[in-house]
């Protein structure tokens, strides 16, 4: 596709749930970004992949927070054993590294989780 | 600690005036900085990336400049209009091409 894409846009769960939300990121990106967002506020970082290496796990708020990108494209962010303060906008963004130059991050347009 | 702010935290102006918004960051060992703009409920469209290098960028009625020696960046916007009401978002990239660091952003609301 032309843009990044995330699936689901919207997702409730319940307290205590499993959920796992999914991007597809520009083709021939390598690099691949989380980012949480909550509302009022501007994103944070959360993980980071230079292909399916995992580089920078160091915004993942909890050990219930899991990301992978096991072929180096489409990538998954699970989040486990929900709890309230976990809703928010959670935005994936990739892009383009050639050599020492970065040409920017492209995000898509967010899942937006609830935990009820 | 590296920290973005972003002033004024909104702002409402009559359509077709000319506006600045300002971002600073702490550091300014940056590689890059990207100015982006959110709907509500959408995610980040990129506006501009300005290198290291560069002092300004600009496209269509945007335009960007970049004091690194500073800390600070300034989005200009031309003859605003109603289609320009959205946040705007400033983030230096720290990293070469690693994770950005964001402001709070600008809300800003154009009124016809």
């Known amino acids: 596709g032309a843009g990044v894409s995330q699936s689901p846009r919207y997702k409730v769960a319940k307290r205590g749930q499993d959920v796992a939300l999914r991007c597809d990121p520009i083709s021939g990106h390598v690099s691949l970004f989380w980012y949480q967002q909550a509302l009022g506020q501007g994103p944070e970082f959360l993980t980071y992949f230079q292909n399916e290496a995992q580089l920078d796990k160091s915004g993942l708020p909890s050990d219930r927070f899991f990301a992978e990108r096991p072929e180096g494209s489409v990538s998954t962010l699970k989040i486990q054993r929900t709890q309230q303060e976990d809703s928010a906008v959670y935005l994936c963004?990739?892009?383009?590294?050639?050599?020492?130059?970065?040409?920017?991050?492209?995000f898509g347009p967010g899942t937006r989780l609830t935990v009820l | 600690k590296q920290e973005v702010t972003q002033i004024p935290a909104a702002l409402s102006v009559p359509e077709g005036e000319n506006l600045v918004l300002n971002c600073s960051f702490t550091d300014s060992a940056i590689y890059n900085l990207q100015w982006f703009r959110q709907d509500p409920g959408k995610g980040l469209t990129s506006l501009l990336l300005?290198?290291?290098?560069?002092r300004e960028q600009t496209s269509g009625r945007l335009n960007a400049s970049l004091d690194k020696s500073s800390g600070r960046s300034t989005l200009y916007i031309a003859a605003s209009q109603p289609g320009d009401s959205a946040t705007y978002l400033c983030a230096p990239d720290y990293n070469q091409g690693g994770k950005l660091i964001f402001g709070q952003g600008t809300e800003l609301s154009v009124k016809p």
């Open positions: 963004a990739s892009s383009l590294v050639a050599g020492v130059i970065s040409w920017g991050q492209f």
């Open positions: 300005i290198q290291s290098s560069q």
